[in-house]
């Protein structure tokens, strides 16, 4: 088996970066900005490791088995020579944005100056389930074996319950137990899949060489010739493990009737932590989905009935609900339900057209995304008594006009307006496979829904430009500083979806 410890950079560099915050700990265990410290520097480590795949445009692997012809390894029957780890373009693109969200998100969980402590304290054990997940994160997206593929995506969710009961609030408490029976029941629905693909296919790999080889597979279990008996049974039980990945990964996307996590525990997190379950957590769960679908896509299979529901759904549901939200975490929440139906609506055309602009939307949205969650993170620290609040936002041109301005680049992205125009591009992009597919109606509710978005995000977007009779703080509301780290990160990420919008095809260059 090879072994290329370039390849794998991404995901040594946070696991040794949670290594080394436990070392750290244990030798000088009063400095509550150092863990916080390193995992900012292991975030960068995790985004500049995939710059030279990116900059190759090659498919990068490692782990693979021997070939058949010279080499000493034994050979197993019926198992086509893969690699564990393949790392092509698309991959590289979820890692790197991967890595440069985990980094706004540590800026904005970064504690304010208390000096140093006396005692043990919580922040080692946030940054090493941090790291944990973006590692876990970075690994599901090359992953091509079952086994590997199953226990990443786990590992990118688990820590993040911890993260969010961590603060011990009711709300806390009540978030992390609704994602944790949400993890527990996608799991569920993921290893029967993983189980009912190895049944058709024979192979542990997730890969168009595997599914290619389901009739091979089906006639070696049964001795009889797949024309004579059943032709179809092997592709159908294929279909049969590629809905049940959906609905697996449905639950970790937000997508309906999946959801019921979402707001309960958006609202419930810390805001650092709800930035993560939206962002990461959202690319690892697509990341995962995209492995499957790309492997089944060598099959011709048609366009999936349950992927356009479940997209229709998902975008109505979450936009009606969101514009009946006065807390802008909870209309996030609800926006991320929304986005998710964008996000798979693409996969209506199991093609690499239908995946190249799925991923597109979800870069598009995680970039978004992290600027609004990093403006509410600054603007709850500035106000904490009503910051999450839309009243909250009113007149915020008058008081920070470039935080103004960043925020409402992010919902006009969100919503496909200008100057937000990387969004307007993704959605042009996303209903491509759509309208090449014939789904006149899916795209005649994705159009709709595209307008009720746009009610959405300016009904956030009203208040920040409107002008208040006496600007400032509000008598009576006490104000602090945003904090210099995380005004930092809310920068970079604006600096990010500036970039984007004004120049979408170097977001599009970066997919392949």
Not at 37 to 64: F, H, K, W, Y
Not at 358 to 372: E, F, I, K, R
Not at 435 to 454: D, Q, R
Request: one cysteine or more.
């Amino acid at each position: 088996m090879s072994l290329d410890l370039a390849v794998l950079l991404p995901a040594l560099v946070p696991l040794g970066g949670a290594l080394l915050v436990l070392v750290a700990d244990l030798v000088v265990p009063t400095l509550r900005r150092l863990p916080w410290a390193i995992a900012a520097l292991a975030s960068i480590g995790t985004a500049v490791a995939t710059v030279p795949g990116l900059a190759s445009g090659d498919t990068r692997s490692t782990l693979c088995l021997a070939t058949p012809s010279g080499s000493a390894l034994p050979t197993v029957e019926g198992l086509p020579a893969s690699c564990f780890w393949e790392a092509d373009a698309l991959t590289g693109a979820l890692q790197l944005v991967a890595g440069v969200a985990a980094l706004v998100c540590v800026t904005l969980a970064w504690p304010r100056p208390r000096g140093r402590v006396h005692g043990p304290t919580s922040e080692p054990v946030q940054v090493v389930l941090l790291l944990a997940a973006l590692a876990a994160t970075v690994v599901v997206a090359a992953s091509r074996d079952v086994g590997t593929w199953l226990v990443a995506l786990e590992l990118a969710t688990l820590p993040v319950v911890v993260l969010v009961a961590l603060s011990g609030r009711r709300s806390a408490l009540a978030g992390a137990t609704q994602l944790l029976v949400m993890s527990l029941v996608s799991f569920a629905l993921l290893t029967l899949g993983v189980a009912l693909w190895y049944a058709a296919t024979g192979s542990p790999f997730l890969t168009p060489d595997a599914a290619l080889s389901t009739s091979g597979a089906f006639e070696a279990a049964t001795g009889a010739p797949t024309s004579v008996v059943f032709p179809s049974v092997s592709a159908g039980v294929v279909s049969l493990a590629t809905v049940l990945v959906l609905a697996g990964v449905g639950f970790k996307l937000s997508l309906v009737p999946f959801h019921a996590w979402t707001p309960t525990a958006y609202a419930g997190a810390p805001l650092p932590i709800a930035t993560f379950l939206a962002t990461v957590s959202k690319i690892a769960a697509l990341a995962a989905l995209l492995v499957v679908l790309r492997a089944v896509s060598v099959l011709g299979t048609p366009a999936l009935l349950s992927i356009a529901l479940l997209a229709a759904l998902s975008m109505t549901v979450g936009n009606v609900l969101a514009l009946r939200q006065d807390d802008v975490v909870r209309l996030l929440a609800w926006s991320t339900v929304a986005q998710a139906g964008w996000v798979v609506l693409p996969l209506v055309s199991i093609s690499a057209l239908g995946v190249g602009a799925s991923a597109t939307y979800l870069l598009t949205y995680v970039l978004a995304t992290l600027v609004a969650f990093a403006v509410v993170a600054v603007t709850v620290r500035e106000r904490p008594a009503d910051g999450r609040t839309l009243a909250g936002y009113e007149g915020l041109w008058r008081r920070s006009p470039w935080r103004a301005g960043a925020l409402a680049l992010a919902l006009t992205s969100l919503a496909g307006l200008p100057p937000g125009i990387i969004g307007l591009v993704g959605k042009v992009v996303a209903l491509r496979p759509v309208v090449a597919e014939g789904w006149v109606w899916l795209a005649a509710i994705a159009a709709a829904n595209a307008v009720l978005g746009v009610a959405v995000y300016l009904r956030w977007l009203r208040p920040v430009v409107s002008s208040p009779d006496a600007p400032g703080a509000v008598p009576g509301v006490p104000r602090r500083r945003g904090g210099r780290v995380a005004v930092a990160g809310l920068v970079l990420a604006a600096a990010v979806l500036v970039v984007v919008s004004v120049q979408p095809d170097v977001l599009l260059r970066l997919l392949g």
